[in-house]
């Protein structure tokens, strides 16, 4: 496990990148925090590290959205909305999962049944006793 504390948007943009950078085949990242804590920023850095320039948003209406243009295929899922776990099985979660592209998931503690036990599990907090922009962001089982 590591701790790593992030002052400003362009700090956790650019973890997420250095992760992507390292990312492989079949990873599973899931990426917890509450709202507004840099989840999706953490995320455009992960695309960026793959390779991907096209602009990544978070996909909370369509569940999982794909980008194909880096080294390896980004499953981007948002399972916020996620009421009943079979919504996972109706969009084949597991062609994801278990394809030959990298997956991260933002709110994954929504699904956390379905979640394979090696996934790097990242967690997002704010602090705002160390200012707005403060973030310690928590990254467990990257070692695997």
Excluded at 33 to 41: A, I, M, N, S
Excluded at 63 to 78: K, S
Excluded at 119 to 137: N, P, Q, W, Y
Aim: proline share 3%; aromatic share 12%.
């Amino acid at each position: 496990m590591r701790v790593i504390e992030s002052n400003s948007p362009g700090e956790t943009f650019e973890l997420g990148r250095q992760i992507g950078l390292k990312a492989k085949p079949g990873q599973i990242f899931c990426l917890d925090g509450d709202l507004g804590t840099g989840k999706t920023v953490f995320t455009q850095g992960f695309a960026a590290g793959l390779g991907i320039s096209e602009a990544v948003n978070s996909p909370t209406f369509t569940i999982v959205q794909v980008y194909d243009e880096g080294r390896l295929p980004l499953y981007h899922f948002d399972v916020y909305r996620i009421d009943d776990i079979g919504e996972m099985d109706e969009i084949g979660y597991e062609d994801y999962f278990f394809g030959q592209g990298v997956c991260l998931i933002e709110w994954s503690s929504q699904i956390e049944e379905l979640i394979p036990a090696d996934a790097v599990k990242i967690s997002l907090e704010k602090d705002l006793t160390h200012g707005f922009d403060f973030r310690r962001i928590t990254v467990r089982g990257e070692e695997r």
